[in-house]
């Protein structure tokens, strides 16, 4: 296994089959308060980079008259299909299965493009440059994340829930019990995780801003274990195929675990707030 990441195919490999259910959605009010705050009507266009199964580009459709994802694996892009299909927009969506540093030019120009946890993945200042350009003048990224707590003890409190707290850290040991204790991602490994400085990224591109926005959450969530075991194999640090041929054996042992902390296997959450970090193409 390679010591220095390089991105690969399998990075998300047999994820996204699991995504919708297992990842959280954004906070409700992230629509409403990009509406407000850029004033979107309805019109332009968004270019979600890195879209996975469709989570912002279809959630967001109804502020566009048009909407493009692209993603290089072909499970996220058949389920982006699937659930604009569902969520009658498809008449509005595109779906690319490219590499962001690929995005062909045919695509056109667009009024925002969006990250949703995906920026972290690519070859940034490539990335960058390339959306800049493919923006209008006035066009916006927006790089749209979870806030997530520094550490165990800032996770919300369950207190008054009706479940008990998702067992975070058992899972988290068991995965390492089976994958070892470095960050596995794709074909490699990520010893010392993802690159986070996007805003020195993004100024260097020629953005202005960024201009900071929350979307608060707090309001209680229900998991159940099939929930929880899907978010366990949507993320590519425990990707189904890193599992090989224990991959049976880790999800019973990741069932039992469950089990043990919930007898009726469900559990108590608080949706997490959304952040959003607005950078204006510089005219």
Known sequence: MATEWQWDETLFA????????????????????????????????????GCGPGTLAVGLAHLFGEVAGVDPDPGMIAEARRWAEEAGVADKASWTR???????????????????????????????????????PGGVLLHISDVKPKDAAERPSVEGLPHPAIPHAAVTE????????????????????????EATVFAR???????HHIAPG????????????????????????????????F????????????????????????EVHIWRKAS
Request: charged share 30%; hydrophobic share 40%; aromatic share 8%.
């Open 14 to 49: 047999g994820t996204a089959q699991y995504y919708r259910r297992g990842r959280l959605p954004y906070a409700p009010g992230l629509a409403d308060m990009l509406a407000d705050v850029l004033r979107l009507d309805g019109r332009g266009r968004l270019l979600d980079v």
């Open 98 to 136: 490219a590499r962001a540093e690929e995005v062909p030019a045919g695509l056109g120009t667009f009024t925002a493009a969006s990250f949703g946890q995906s920026f972290h993945w690519m070859r940034r200042d490539v990335v960058a440059a390339t959306v800049r350009d493919m923006l209008r």
């Open 174 to 197: 068991l995965v390492r019990d089976y994958l070892g204790p470095v960050r596995r991602a794709g074909r490699g490994v990520l010893p010392h995780g993802t690159p986070n400085d």
């Open 205 to 211: 591109a020629g953005f202005r801003g960024p201009e």
């Open 218 to 249: 707090g309001q209680p969530l229900e998991r159940s274990s099939d929930d929880i075991v899907a978010r366990v194999f949507s993320m590519s640090l425990s990707a189904p195929h890193q599992f090989g041929d224990r991959r049976a054996e």
């Open 251 to 274: 999800e019973a042992d990741l069932r039992n675990l469950l089990r043990r902390a919930s007898p009726d296997e469900l559990f108590s959450e608080r949706q997490p707030a959304t």
